[in-house]
């Protein structure tokens, strides 16, 4: 196909999500750029949130990756599920019942300042990392697929595609993103839907022949009970729920646009229904579109791998009417996670770290200009990493972004976890020491496993070792309640 009739169809895409920014920010305030007014409906939060968390390097990355480890991704899917439901009724109650903007609040309210802002600076890097991560990814198959054929350069590329995200959540924030994210998750599913019905018709196979050819090439293997393997049935399942917890329920943009609905109740039932739709449907279905990938590939001769076979077959294979949804399918699932980023890492920065909501010196509309600088700013240092994700150019990055978030998301997960599970105080002073403390000594854990754990190899249980090494910094540093920190019994309940 023309890339020139791809690069129109991206363009009118954009166009539409414009029109429903201009739609939804009209009279838009920091209030609605935060949390939505508190006003937003919690189904089309709930489906929103399907395209937040799969993204788009679910999209290319666990397909790909089937052909190396089967269908064990289904031991992660586990976890996940424990971890929802740990949010679901552990910390949505917290947040609603503190009536939090940015959930970092709750660190200083039962920890100290400094634990608050530690909280608000980790989820930062966190989200800086790993929402570049998976724009790279998309912005790459762009380029090689679309741009390089009209001469245009990656960096353009990346400037324009991030000038686009910029304006379509440059006012609305939440209040916008809850409906964009909508119709790009309506769209990415639809076009998975459609390209594993097409495959089947290609390969002239049914549901569950193909199923068949798939556990006779090993593609279907799920549990990996060697226990010195970094992708062990349990180190999975454990680091699954952990990863939701940290990733999910102790995430800003995630957890934004829950505590942006009505009640409690209305955000529970949008939480349960994501667990739902993700781990039942969703996740099975792209492993599904995976085993075809690897089934059809030898027989059209495809010899790409990894997070390059999906595209290869797409571009080399499907006609164009097919390629033009996948595109539409890709970008909408990258959307969701990188404008969602973008508007929380604003909201963390304003609130938790300049405190603009606290400064009775700033009008209303002084405000909003900081809001809009810093949403400027942010998308500036999106560009920067993702120049340097491209020079990295990993084969995998949905690795990356999982041992990242293993890194970033410990400190977090130590940090609640202490104000959650102990009724003791810390002093505050030291508590940045500590939770940059844990993701070094993992560091060096992993650099030295081999001398200290011999056959035993670390894998995303690292996540737990670093929250579990802050947490314990923390209680090295602990007063008792009422002493050195915030008294907050009530909040530990």
């Known amino acids: 196909m023309s890339p020139l009739i791809l690069f129109a169809v991206v363009l009118a895409y954009f166009l539409i999500l414009l029109g429903v920014a201009w739609r939804t920010s009209r009279h838009a305030t920091n209030d609605s750029f935060f949390i939505g007014n508190r006003d937003s409906n919690w189904m089309l939060v709930a489906f929103g949130m399907v395209g937040t968390t799969l993204t788009g390097v679910t999209f290319i990355s666990v397909p790909g990756a089937v052909g190396n480890n089967g269908f064990g991704y289904i031991q992660l899917m586990i976890g996940y599920v424990l971890g929802y439901l740990a949010i679901t009724f552990i910390l949505l109650p917290l ?255 304003c609130i938790d770290i300049l405190g603009v909501q606290r400064r009775q010196d700033l009008t209303a509309a002084q405000q909003m200009r900081w809001r809009r600088r810093v949403h400027l700013g942010f998308a500036a240092l999106f560009l920067v990493l993702i120049m340097a994700f491209k020079w990295l150019d990993d084969p995998s990055m949905i690795g990356v972004i999982l041992k990242l978030a293993s890194y970033t998301y410990g400190p977090l997960l130590g940090l609640f976890a202490f104000g959650l599970l102990c009724r003791r105080g810390v002093r505050d002073r030291w508590v940045p020491l500590v939770a940059v403390a844990g993701p070094l000594l993992c560091a060096l854990v992993e650099q030295e496993q081999a001398l200290l754990f011999e056959h035993y190899r670390i894998g995303l249980e690292l996540l737990i070792l670093n929250g579990a090494l802050v947490l314990a910094g923390l209680f090295l540093i602990s007063t008792p309640a009422g002493q050195g920190g915030q008294d907050g019994e009530y909040l530990s309940k």
Request: hydrophobic share 55%.
């Open 95 to 349: 947040y609603y019942r503190l009536q939090l903007t940015s959930i970092y609040r709750y660190l200083e309210l039962r920890l100290g300042r400094r634990a608050y802002q530690s909280g608000a600076a980790f989820f930062i890097l966190s989200r800086l990392l790993g929402a570049t991560a998976r724009l790279y990814l998309v912005v790459n198959i762009l380029q090689a697929t679309i741009l390089d054929r009209l001469g245009v350069p990656f960096w353009l590329t990346a400037c324009v595609v991030l000038l686009l995200i910029l304006l379509y959540t440059y006012e609305g924030g939440v209040k916008t993103i809850v409906w964009t994210d909508t119709l790009q998750t309506a769209c990415m599913l639809a076009g998975l839907v459609i390209c594993s019905v097409f495959l089947l018709r290609e390969m002239d196979v049914s549901l569950i022949d193909s199923l068949e050819r798939m556990r006779a090439q090993g593609l279907t293997r799920i549990f990996n009970t060697d226990p010195d393997s970094p992708a062990y049935v349990w180190k999975h399942i454990l680091a699954g729920m952990f990863i939701t917890i940290a990733m999910t329920g102790m995430d800003q943009e995630m957890m934004q646009k829950n505590i942006s609905v009505r009640t409690l109740r209305d955000s529970q039932k949008n939480m349960l229904s994501l667990t739902v739709v993700l781990t039942s449907v969703l996740l099975l279905l792209f492993l599904f579109l995976g085993g075809l990938l690897h089934l059809y590939a030898p027989l059209a001769g495809v010899t790409a791998t990894g997070d390059k076979l999906f595209p290869a077959i797409v571009l080399g294979h499907f006609p164009a009417v097919v390629q033009l949804i996948f595109f539409i399918a890709l970008i909408s699932a990258l959307f969701p996670s990188v404008d969602g980023a973008l508007t929380a890492l604003t909201s963390t920065f």
